[in-house]
């Protein structure tokens, strides 16, 4: 049987003389010196057992000295934990910091990166009207496939003084309607792009409303366009020629929108370049106004042999207006941009 290797000094100690001596006062034991007077292979268990007995822990004492860490010439000031102290006490400045509250989110860490450019391909509200756009579309062309193929045959010959027209149906006029007013919209969305590319990219309005006000400016020039011929031709042609021509110039209006409509999608989707995207543009522009000089020609000016007349006739009403509508446009930009 192993034998207890820890002894207790003894309190009392007897000399030679036999006088009882009072033995000296140990100093406090560390568990380190207990465990030093165990066996190396002494178990946890044992090792507990002996601090245990050995190491006593002491009541707490704090002090008892007045708190001397305040303003000179001030009282001392109380504890926080006093519950009696009123609320606007007991709060500081740094009370709701998150730094002395860890259960607080302290927000975000570190330095904040630079913010993802705006990109019309990742804009939910233009991605969505594009593709409700181009379904509506599908379904008029669909629709009234028979409509568009007529009008497109009736485009290139003039019709006999005697011939028997066909009517559109509601529907047709309806569809006819939609077709312009789409590319009212393509047209805004191609010019606000080119002025992003400028270095316009902050308006005083939202940018859907920058869109809408330039689709309204297109639909309004597109209007008055149609006034103007009206008017003009009431006073030189017949009314038959003026509504011949009051149905290809919806016509052309309507094939311009679906020339266009390749050039948004890749704008907004594909990265095409401002200069291509131009390009194309203005050739879908130059197309539509040599079918309109040939147009006018045939309704109006073919009889006559007046080619000359042909080429004012369009000047005044096409090419005029083309760049009052330009200078309309960059100047209601210039309005609603933020100019810093």
Known sequence: MRQDTLTVQPALAAGDSGQVTVAPKPHELTPKEVLSWLPADATPAQQDSAIQRHIKISEIHWSEQPDTLHMPGHPKGKSFRDASLPQYYRESFFSKDSLFHPELTGGRLGVAGDPVPYSV???????????????????????????????????????????TEISETSGELWVQMFLVLQTCLLFSIIFFFSQRTDGTETFVVDQYQVIGIFTGVIAAYFAVKMILYWGVGSVFFESKKIEQWSKSFLFLISAEGILLFPLVMLLSYFDLSMKSATIYALVVIILVKILTFYKTFLIF?????????????????????????????????SFLKVNF
Do not use: H, W
Request: charged residues 15%; glycine residues 6%.
């Open 121 to 163: 391909a990742s804009d939910n509200v233009i991605t969505g009207l594009l593709l409700g756009t181009f379904i509506l579309a599908m379904l008029a062309l669909a629709k009234s496939r028979e409509f568009i193929i007529r009008q497109a045959k009736n485009f290139f010959y003039v019709q006999r003084a005697n011939t």
């Open 301 to 333: 000016f073919q009889k006559k042999g007046r080619f000359l007349q042909n080429i004012l006739y369009l000047c005044a009403l096409e090419i005029v207006p083309l760049f009052l509508l330009g200078g309309a446009l960059t100047l209601i930009n």
